[in-house]
């Protein structure tokens, strides 16, 4: 289950039962593994064996409660081409009209590329709560992903939560359908979750992974593993920081071998993974270099796309460690200065605000005894005040003193985001905004892609009353992590009220990723289209907001009835 080879674990569970047919846990694991593959009937039937066997297993009571109340009375399967929908009834509308087109043109862009048909319909589990989402994924009422490809059944949290983009998220789910099919469930994770990346990517390519980062602070630390072990990226994380990683990683290795031998090789990869072989066999005959070889192109692809990073001082990736990792080195006798400020960095991440002192203490004290260093070297005082100043805002050290010695930083030539962050957030808190303001436009400029630069800057903009441009910081960070529905509503609502068309045209189709079955939002889409004179497109979201319930529905069939005899269409009423 862990490789994702759902046929697979069929049959070991089968032949458990068939071995130890008392066992509730064959049962159990037989039945989940079948409802997995969507044998749905079959593997209700084992699990309802398992319960009677062992009634106190959570995970059987809560799947089987989930089937037998809540799919069974609040949900219904509608059907396109080639998919199939498990979703709420008041839901139907936006699928049918909004989410289904999508995934139906998507998949057939795959289809086309990777030359496969699945062999059923896929189906699309779109829950409308997240409890009822990780029970149907794991048997538990707790699961921190967005969604989970079974196959050719998906499951996830169904788009009018509005908590994710469900346009990248579905795409990036139906992509695994395909590798997975193509090599039989032998794709090794880093891949076809870099497949999934790449191809999210080809569709749009605003949604590439942008957490350069937490990818960067991989590569420095050197804790990315290297060719054809890149999987073990997923399975060694231990935060939320290294998955990230591990994601960006894969994707950029995927990019990498199409950019090298193109996408007809990867297919054949996956044809050859589905023949049995193993990943480092298959990338032999794909490509004739060995892995250390690969490897070593691989890392420089990597350095080419991130040297302006490493022109920057950023300790906040650069020197993360886990807490546990931290202390131990700390403990060394032979423990550098170096090593105590890691230590302190990590305990005061950790809100052990008074270890975070006495490690940096040992620090500061290890630093002074050892050799001098010009000021434009020591990197290893540049990392100390760095901790220092973390330390002291976490104990609520003035801000002004914060800043004096991050500037120290900046002095020395130690520049970077981490420190132009650090201090715009010491200016706000001073009320300073002048000087926020210099440095988080700073921080954007050293790193475009992080979002959290982008959104104290637009909270900054607002301070010093410049609305648009902190409009326009604000949507910067909503298009870097498009997750949240309520923010790109508020986003959309600030576009109406500055009366910017132009945002509003571009924001818009943003939201209907997060929020598609809003009608306001495609009545706002459809007067800045039609102001600009984009006239059909106009009239495809006036019908959407329409179908969806929009209240001012008198208006708008007013405004269709206009924008109808304007493009000439016949019976323009009844239309």
């Known amino acids: 289950v862990r490789q994702r080879r759902y046929r697979e674990a069929r049959v070991v569970a089968e032949e458990c039962l068939l071995k130890a047919p008392r066992e509730p846990r064959c049962n159990h694991s037989l039945g989940t593994t079948l409802l997995r593959l969507g044998e749905e009937a079959q593997g209700l039937d084992v699990l309802r064996d398992a319960f009677a066997a062992d009634p106190y297993n959570t995970r059987t009571y809560n799947q089987l409660q989930l089937f037998e109340k809540a799919i069974k009375n609040d949900y219904k399967v509608i059907e396109t081409t080639h998919l199939r929908f498990r979703i709420r009834p008041q839901e139907q509308l936006a699928i049918e009209r909004i989410v289904a087109p999508f995934l139906e043109s998507v998949y057939e862009q795959y289809a086309k590329r990777y030359g496969y048909q699945p062999p059923t319909k896929v189906m699309f589990e779109l829950y409308g709560d997240a409890a009822a989402f990780a029970v149907r994924t794991v048997g538990v009422p707790a699961l921190d992903v967005s969604a989970v490809c079974f196959g050719t059944v998906i499951t996830a949290l169904a788009p009018s939560v509005g908590k994710n983009n469900w346009a990248l998220v579905l795409a990036h789910e139906l992509a695994h359908v395909f590798s997975l099919g193509l090599s039989r469930e032998r794709v090794p994770r880093w891949l076809t979750e870099g497949l999934a990346e790449w191809e999210t990517s080809q569709i749009k390519a605003e949604w590439r992974r942008h957490d350069v980062l937490a990818l960067w602070g991989g590569l420095k630390r050197k804790t990315l593993p290297p060719f054809p072990d890149l999987s073990k990226a997923f399975f060694n994380a231990r935060s939320n920081e290294e998955a990230v990683a591990a994601y960006a990683y894969s994707a950029h290795a995927v990019e990498f071998l ?97 270890a975070a002192q006495a490690l940096w203490n040992k620090g500061d004290a290890a630093w002074k005894a050892g050799p001098k260093v010009p000021a434009a070297k020591d990197r290893t005082a540049a990392l100390l005040a760095f901790v220092w100043a973390r330390v002291a805002e976490a104990q609520g050290a003035p801000s002004d003193s914060i800043m004096r010695n991050l500037r120290t930083i900046i002095d020395r030539g130690f520049d970077g985001y981490d420190v132009r962050l650090k201090v715009a957030m010491a200016a706000m808190r001073a009320g300073q905004t002048d000087v926020a303001l210099l440095n988080l436009q700073k921080a954007v400029e050293l790193v475009p892609q992080e979002v959290e630069g982008w959104m104290f800057l637009g909270e900054a903009l607002a301070h010093a009353e410049k609305p648009r441009d902190a409009l326009g910081a604000r949507m910067r960070a909503f298009f870097l992590d498009p997750q949240n529905g309520r923010q790109g509503l508020d986003l959309l609502q600030t576009c109406e009220r500055l009366e910017a068309l132009d945002l509003v045209l571009l924001l818009a189709p943003w939201v209907i990723q997060v929020v598609p079955g809003d009608p306001h939002v495609h009545a706002v889409y459809a007067r800045a289209l039609a102001a600009t004179g984009r006239h059909r497109e106009a009239v495809s979201e006036y019908g959407h907001a329409l179908a969806f319930g929009e209240p001012n529905a008198a208006e708008i069939r007013v405004t269709l009835e206009q924008l109808h005899r304007r493009l000439g269409d016949a019976r323009p009423a009844q239309q």
């Open 258 to 354: 199409i950019a090298r031998s193109g996408f007809g090789a990867m297919r054949t990869l996956l044809v050859d993974l589905g023949s049995g072989i193993t990943a480092e066999a298959a990338l032999k005959r794909w490509d004739t270099a060995g892995m250390a070889d690969l490897q070593r192109d691989y890392q420089q692809h990597l350095d080419a796309r991130y040297a302006a990073l490493g022109a920057q001082f950023l300790p906040g990736s650069t020197e993360r460690m886990g807490l546990a990792e931290a202390l131990g080195k700390a403990a060394s006798p032979a423990a550098t200065a170096d090593d105590f400020a890691r230590a302190a960095l990590a305990a005061v991440e950790a809100n052990q605000v008074q």
